[in-house]
């Protein structure tokens, strides 16, 4: 990296204060970011009236909560010291308790973001040193850990904060196990951060840690001796509290096997078993990290660890994952994105964005944050500080810039074609949560019934004036024929997804630079779409009354609650304008012929549009103008990729990198006397 070598001082972070004005800016600009996402975060949980925020705390005595032990009502989940310390607040029940609280989580969600950037390991690069603090509290505070552990009685942030102070800001060995004692107190699985202390060679830190758990579990006895047994020996320390173990919010694999279907004495030893394994693994690696200088990623592990492995590890106190992105993955630098952006998306996305709902894939979409946690504590291979790529990973080769930029506007030199295969992961996280944004944003469009019809009537008008009106004629011919039904209907159905997945897999295989030419020239036009469908609600001819069109693929309609099968509650009916389904078509005959080496496969290419033209209309799903919409965008689409990058193909930028070029990009590029005209 062009800047990892600026750095200085005795921690590595000194004279980076200063920073040149554009990191500057950038840093101000985070800075406002995570202090506008923390005061919208903060307005979601004072919105709640204060009764009923109160009541979440789950205490006796408070509204809501039943008099006498921290369990009766199976709600509170925190341990019995937690319940010791929070006891007192009951008779502080007032508005301010609500506001105190959340602002109190809030400003430990940035001093958690302050110390993690402060522990980064050394050299640490210029820009890293200005923007990984904001940056991490801007994702925290957007992250499901921290929106869920800003609700009432949520305590999970403290702990996380009381580790970081530990092992990164408190001096003394004694006060820094007195904390993480503490902080295991209050979730006892942090327990296992004193097997790190003592794997490391802090035998005095680790000794304190245990002594302060012991101390503050025997205080809790003390005081609450019923609420003691139902937590550690009734519930087998909380399991069950709070919410069905099974349940999707227990994010432990404890929970994962549940909702297998596991269950009885058999679940029971295969989890100890699996919690050992993970356990034993996930700290000796973490010793490993430690040792190497990397404490911020030995404290992430252990702490992935800690929750993978707790009988209730419930997604509030998943925060650690984000932490393991302090950890360097891949030797090439195309591959250093993969790792922080599939955490980025797990700790933020809910996981039907991430996975189709599939039952297939029910597994996986129920326990992405615990995947997470245990690719974090047990599989993914973080790169040491002694080696070579550590800090000089492979570089991307980039092709030379067109001289058909526009290098005047200022975002566009940045737009640069890299030679190399991009990271098949990485896209196809990026395809599938770019495709499920989409969905969602077409779904949540104005849909408004009346205005669509009337600009279906203006559609319609436009067509009989310019003697296009074709739609009625070829929908009756198609229901008047029945294999022709069937075969559009099949078409309409099948295809839509299938060829753009196939083109776009094809080309990432045999064509990297292509590929990206192609797959940028559909993302931008499947977003000049949505500003169609947010601004030109249309219906469509199957769902115009009076008109007397017969929707082939969904039956008939009955136009006073038009539906879509099972799509209708996630698709919007009023979006027909562009028409995507022959706007992505066009990109795949585009694309085909333009790519295709023989003949008869430029033809298919060619054929694909057309019948797609005749399936849209012969159902009655689109008007022919809709078919012109989906053109303009995907014109748009290639065009904006031609003004960003300059024209399609690939140009290597200094002399005698062609060889490697080829190497990366799986492929020969073309002859210079056939490239000229890229």
Known sequence: MADAAEHGGADGHAGVIGGDGRLGA??????????????????????EPPGEWLSGLHLPGAPGGLPGSLYDAGRFTGTPFAGLVLKPLVGLATPSLEVAWTCVTLLSVAAIGLVAARGLP???????????????????????????????????????????????????????????????????????????????????????????????TALSWASLPRDSWTYWVEHLAGSGLGGAPG??????????????????????????????????????????????????????????????????????????????????????????RVWPVAVVL????????????????????????????????????????????????????????????????????FWRKALSRPNLLLELLLIRVGYSLYSHIRAAAPASRSVAEANGSRIHAIEQALGIDVERVVNRAVVDTPWLEA??????????????????????RRSPGDYRWARASLGLATVIALAGFWLYPLAPPRLMPDLGFVDTVHGVQDLANPSYGVMTAISNQYAAMPSLHFGWSLWCGTVIVVLAPKGRQKLLGALHPLITLCAIVATANHWVLDAVGGALVVGAGFGLVHVLSGPRGLRVSLPGQRAVAEAEAGRNLRAPARSGRA
């Open 487 to 508: 075969f559009f209907n099949f078409y309409y159905t099948s295809f839509h997804f299938v060829v753009p997945l196939a083109v776009l897999a094809v080309l990432y």
């Open 247 to 336: 349940g999707p919010a227990n994010q432990s694999v404890h929970g994962a096997l549940l909702r297998l279907g596991l269950g009885g004495p058999a679940e029971t030893l295969l989890y100890a078993a699996l919690a050992t394994a993970i356990a034993f693994v996930g700290l000796r690696r973490a010793a490993r990290y430690a040792r190497d200088g990397q404490l911020l990623l030995a404290v992430a592990v252990t702490g992935c660890v800690a929750v993978a492995v707790s009988p209730d590890g419930w997604r509030h106190q998943m925060l650690w994952v984000l932490l393991a992105v302090a950890g360097k993955v891949g030797v090439r630098a195309a591959d250093r």
């Open 26 to 47: 950038a840093r101000l600009l985070l800075w406002a970011l995570a202090a506008v996402l923390g005061v919208r975060q903060a307005a979601v949980v004072l919105s």
């Open 346 to 413: 797990a700790m933020t996305l809910p996981s039907a964005v991430l996975l189709p709902n599939m039952a297939a894939l029910a597994p996986v979409r129920d326990n992405v944050p615990l995947l997470a946690a245990l690719a974090a504590a047990c599989a993914v291979p973080f790169l040491p500080r002694s080696s070579p790529y550590w800090r000089e990973p492979v570089p991307t080769l980039y092709g030379r810039p067109a001289a058909t930029r526009l290098p005047h506007v200022p975002l566009l030199p």
């Open 122 to 216: 050394d050299p640490v690069p210029r820009r890293t040193a200005l923007l990984a603090a904001p940056l991490l509290v801007a994702l925290m505070m957007v992250s499901l850990p921290v929106r869920e552990a800003a609700s009432p009685g949520q305590a999970a942030v403290l702990p996380v904060l009381l580790v970081l102070l530990a092992f990164f800001r408190v001096p003394g060995e004694r006060p820094a196990g007195f904390l993480v004692g503490l902080a295991a107190a209050l979730q006892p699985a942090l327990l296992l951060f004193a097997p790190l202390l003592w794997l490391t060679g802090r035998r005095p830190t680790a000794k304190a840690a245990a002594l302060t758990f012991v101390g503050a």
